[in-house]
């Protein structure tokens, strides 16, 4: 799908959806309001973990406007993406605090949050789990009683019962055993972060109505409408026909609007009141504690080389925190495990990865999907080992880095369509970022600067018959509408979508007119929107689809140039002959059909169709991990210059360098943004962000004056983003997907820069003050 000279692919193109962003025309989800529409809030839990004994709704049903009341004994079964272990309301018992007991649905919402207040639950306290550590302990209260009885809604997930494992993921390549035992040298290291939150601009809500016909009409903030349509048709027993997703721009996700979760609550409120249009609203503290978040992270990595510092053995434990539930953490610890050696080559690897229930939130997908975390691991674990053994952290991880003929974790083989170019990214980073080597170098008598450098890789974790469609229509005037169930969340999807078709039909971009909202009575399914596949998945498709129309265009035109169809070109809004283009006819004239002066027409209206399914991926063998995981592995390198301060253990950061290839890029400007937002995502994770926990298990930071997120005036004085170019011959122009990987190296060169400056390893994050102090005065002692 690799094209000659391209005019519109390659080129910076305003994002279409900018005027309306900057005006402030745009209306989110939570801004709408229909009449007669009736409110609803859910009542939480106090308790982290315990029995419910009784839940009293008798004050509640006082106070004036309120309409219906559910709790969790009237839906008492329990619903999962992976893993059905989550009931939408708590019966029985509580798994964390914050966790949806009942559901109040009133004529306003000020009613309904108020009789939310009013519904008293007993419980009898059980012990709180409160860290994937604990929770790992043979004698660990279970967070889950009957976790090897849930049902699996897909094949590849291993809940070990009696445990709070949700999932134990393995690799086994090679002969980890032997190779280890012949090692001229060997580094273990451990690595801990808790969970966070996604903090997305906009907050998740859902409307759900029930029309008398049965039709069940869901408005909602998800990154994906036919998981929305899979989850109630499998768990309420509703017609997949009669489920009508509809999704609006959204206000950032960052994974977190991936999983399903309010919407079956609305559906029950909805239901509860004979189908009634019923919005569900949740504040930005219920978003931040109520809804899911980020996974917690802990890992031990044990890397063995040969004499002249090659890889030859790798060992990683990886305890992934999925909190009360295991959503999509269950699927984070498969996509963990096998990218788990980072992009280096090591031929005997044993990995471990294990999905962890405490007594926390639970956590779901986030930009990355388990990369800038287990990054995080392996590239500390090489700056350290490399100064172990006296080499140059970037020559150490040239010489390891993966190339073309090597084999992944899984075991499958990289050609060049697969794989990005580790090598280049990692030295243009090195040349970007001035990058002498591991020095601290001193400003004045308090201040010294240093530089970090971080190799990073992620395939792109989809299920193997993840597709999407799409379809071009062709108006009177030769102006043409794209319609795809991709969705909007800000970053610039429909703006690609829309310059990989004008490429295609060789038609100028402003006559590409992109339905910004998904309707999935009206666009053709798509898988998600999600693992940095909607380029690669819904680009294939546009492609298809603009083929198809160019087939028909070429069909009428040359009924009406008396010509045959090989002889004919598409191009600047009308069919031509490609021998002489001057004669030809204007695509406005033929877009409805042909129509002869007498009157009779020929042909129809164009309509281009086409899809795209990704093919020849495989499971991963449940013991070994072989497998065909994924399409391709996008590769680059990131690195951060700080200024640290060795009096209040703070730190500035001056310049933050990201080099990808993710084969040829489609729109220079956004996938720029792309990088930068992603880097600082990934720099206010690893310098700030995460929920603080009492002994009971409860957040302590709940709200965004007190969750540490990088404000303003501490993002890095200087963005650089540079991007080599591999095509992939599968992607359309030799595209592979770029969403998520700008956040997944920041962390890990971050740590880097900061333990050379300080000449401690900062294992730990988020890397505040504190913990700086903490992990350097530990180095003292």
């Known amino acids: 799908m690799i094209e000659g000279k391209k005019l519109i692919v390659g080129t910076a193109q305003q994002r279409i959806d900018a005027v309306e962003k900057s005006t ?12 007669g529409m009736l409110h609803a809030k859910v009542a939480t839990s106090t308790e982290a973990h315990a029995n419910i004994v009784s839940i009293d709704t008798s004050e509640a049903w006082k106070v004036p406007g309120v309409c219906a009341i559910i709790t969790g004994d009237m839906f008492p079964f329990p619903i999962g993406p992976i893993l059905a272990d989550r009931p939408p309301l708590a019966f029985d018992k509580v798994r964390y605090y914050g966790e949806p007991i009942a559901i109040i649905v009133a004529t306003h919402e000020y009613q309904a949050k108020e009789a939310a207040k009013k519904i008293v639950v007993e419980y009898d306290p059980l012990p ?3 860290s994937v550590q604990q929770a790992f302990q043979s004698n660990a209260p279970l967070v889950h009683e009957n976790s090897a009885s849930y049902t699996k809604i897909i094949d590849n997930v291993y809940p070990v019962g009696g445990t709070n494992i ?14 280890w035992a012949t090692c001229a040298d060997t580094i273990t290291a451990t690595y801990s972060f808790n969970l966070s939150d996604h903090a997305a601009m906009e907050t998740r809500t859902a409307m759900v109505e029930i029309n008398p016909d049965g039709r069940v009409v869901v408005h909602s903030t998800s990154q994906s409408p036919f998981t929305i349509k899979k989850v109630l048709n499998q768990f309420f027993n509703i017609e997949v026909g009669k489920i009508i997703v509809h999704i609006p721009m959204l206000g950032g996700a960052f994974g ?7 919407e079956p609550l609305a559906y029950l409120a909805s239901r509860a009141v004979g189908g009634k249009l019923v919005k569900l609203k949740f504040d930005r503290e219920e978003d931040m504690m109520t809804a899911p978040c980020h996974i917690g992270f802990d890992a031990t990595v044990k890397l063995g080389v040969n004499s002249q510092g090659k890889l030859i053995a790798g060992h990683y434990t990886f305890l992934i925190e999925a909190g009360a539930y295991s959503d999509q953490a269950a699927g984070i610890t498969r996509a963990a495990a096998l990218d788990c050696t980072g992009p280096y080559h090591i031929p005997n690897v044993w990995c471990d990865s294990y999905c962890m229930y405490t007594n926390h939130p639970y956590a779901t997908s986030f930009r990355g999907y388990g990369h800038p975390e287990l990054t995080f691991a392996i590239e500390r674990t090489m700056d350290q080992f490399a100064k172990k053994l006296n080499i140059d952290p970037v020559e150490f991880r040239l010489m390891n880095a993966i190339k073309v003929g090597h084999t992944t974790p899984t075991q499958s083989v990289l050609n060049a369509n697969k794989l990005g170019d580790a090598e280049a990214c990692m030295k243009r980073a090195k040349e970007l970022i001035e990058y002498s080597g591991p020095e601290s170098v001193p400003v004045n008598e308090h201040i010294v600067r240093s530089k970090g450098v971080a190799l990073f890789w992620k395939t792109s974790t989809t299920s193997t018959n993840a597709q999407a469609g799409a379809i071009l229509t062709f108006e009177a005037d030769g102006t043409v509408n794209l319609s795809c169930a991709a969705v909007e969340l800000g970053q610039g999807t429909k703006t690609i979508l829309a310059q990989i078709a004008a490429e295609r039909l060789q038609m100028d971009i402003n006559k590409i007119h992109v339905t910004m909202e998904v309707n999935t009575q009206y666009n053709p399914h798509q898988w998600r929107t999600v693992a940095s596949s909607t380029t690669f998945l819904a680009g294939n498709a546009v492609l298809a689809a ?3 129309a160019i087939r028909q265009l070429k069909r009428i035109g040359a009924v009406a140039l008396q010509c045959s169809e090989v002889e004919l070109s598409v191009g600047n809004g009308r069919v031509y002959v490609t021998a002489e283009p001057d004669k030809g006819i204007d695509i406005q004239t033929i877009s409805l059909g042909f129509q002869y002066p007498n009157g009779h027409t020929v042909g129809e209206q164009i309509i281009g169709i086409g899809r795209h399914i990704q093919r020849h991926l495989t499971p991963m063998d449940k013991e070994t991990g072989f497998g065909n995981p994924g399409p391709w592995w996008s590769v680059g390198a990131q690195a951060v210059e700080i200024e640290f301060d060795k009096r209040s253990f703070t730190y500035k950061i001056l310049r933050a360098v990201t080099v990808m290839d993710g084969g040829t890029i489609i729109n220079p400007m956004t996938a720029t943004q792309q ?24 957040i302590q930071n709940p709200d965004l004056r007190n969750y540490q997120m990088m404000r303003f005036g501490e993002q890095p004085g200087e963005y650089v983003i540079e991007f080599i170019e591999t095509p992939s011959k599968d992607g359309p122009y030799g595209a592979r997907g770029i969403g998520e990987y700008g956040v997944i190296g920041a962390a890990a060169a971050l740590a880097n820069s900061l333990s050379i400056a300080v000449n401690a390893e900062m294992n730990e994050l988020p890397l505040t003050p504190e913990t700086i102090w903490r992990l350097s005065t530990e180095v003292v002692k």
């Not at 949700?166 to 190779?179: L, P, T, V, Y």
């Not at 977190?256 to 309010?262: F, I, R």
């Not at 880097?679 to 002994?695: Q, T, Y």
């Open 675 to 698: 990088m930068r937002g992603g880097i600082f995502l990934g720099l206010s994770i690893a310098k700030g962000e995460s929920f603080l926990f009492n002994p009971k298990g409860i």
């Open 256 to 262: 977190g609007k991936g999983a399903v979760q309010l």
């Open 166 to 179: 949700a999932s134990h993921i393995k690799i086994r390549k090679g002969n980890f055993g032997k190779a």
């Open 546 to 548: 603009a083929d198809d």
């Open 128 to 130: 709180v789990v409160n």
């Open 24 to 35: 402030g025309a745009l209306k989110y989800l939570g801004d709408k309001f229909f009449q």
